[in-house]
Structures are given as structure tokens and as C-alpha cells.
Nanobody, 120 residues
């Protein structure tokens, strides 16, 4: 039983910034990795960025240099700072967590998604 709650989505003009947050709660022993994915209309869900518990990050080429992923392990929270936003960044953004439950079961969890819309 893990819940991911996202916040921070909204409407922003091209060139602007938004910061997304995702807090995990529940019977969590440890979260190995957290990340953000996005899905635009008519397209497959794609990886945006991930961060491990040790702080190692990976980014999609399309967002490198513009987005920054970070996490607070103590709070089980992951953030996505999005700068220099482009209309092509418009999508529903989903939080993901690779979590080990207190029972010892390792599972992948998804948030409900938050809409990010970047206007021209």
C-alpha cells in the first residue's frame, strides 16, 4: 500500500518554469528510485527523468539542461524543476516510485498524473 500524490502542474507560457512535487506515503521500507514520466495526446508514455536513492540521475535527451530531478529521501518526495518550458513539453506528467514495502515486497507505483500545459 503506497500512494503517490503529485502537485505543481498547471498552465505556463513558453520559456517559463514549473516545479512538480510527488510525495510517497504508505507502508514503505525504502524507495530505490523515483522518476517522472509524461504522456502527450496520441503518444506513448515516455521517461523524463529518474533519480536513485544514492542521487544518480538520468534524463531524456529532450529535457537535459532544462529539467532537474531531485529527491528528499527522508520525506519520500521527488521533485521536478522544469525551466525553459516549450510547447512540446505539454503532457500529463506521472510520478513513479520503485518501492520496497515493509512486507519486503518490491513493487512499482504510479501517481494519478498532473497536467502541464505550455502555451506558445
Amino acid at each position: 500500500q503506497v500512494q503517490l500524490v503529485e502537485s505543481g502542474g498547471g498552465l505556463v507560457q513558453a520559456g517559463g518554469s514549473l516545479t512538480l512535487s510527488c510525495a510517497a506515503s504508505g507502508s514503505i521500507f525504502v524507495i530505490n528510485a523515483m522518476g517522472w514520466y509524461r504522456q502527450a495526446p496520441g503518444k506513448q508514455r515516455e521517461l523524463v527523468a529518474t533519480v536513485t536513492s544514492g542521487g544518480s540521475t538520468n534524463y531524456a535527451d529532450s529535457v537535459k539542461g532544462r529539467f532537474t530531478i531531485s529527491r528528499d529521501n527522508a520525506k519520500n518526495t521527488v521533485y521536478l524543476q522544469m525551466n525553459s518550458l516549450k510547447p512540446e513539453d505539454t503532457a500529463v506528467y506521472y510520478c513513479n516510485a520503485d518501492a520496497v514495502l515493509s512486507s519486503g515486497l518490491r513493487r512499482n507505483y504510479w501517481g494519478q498524473g498532473t497536467q502541464v500545459t505550455v502555451s506558445s
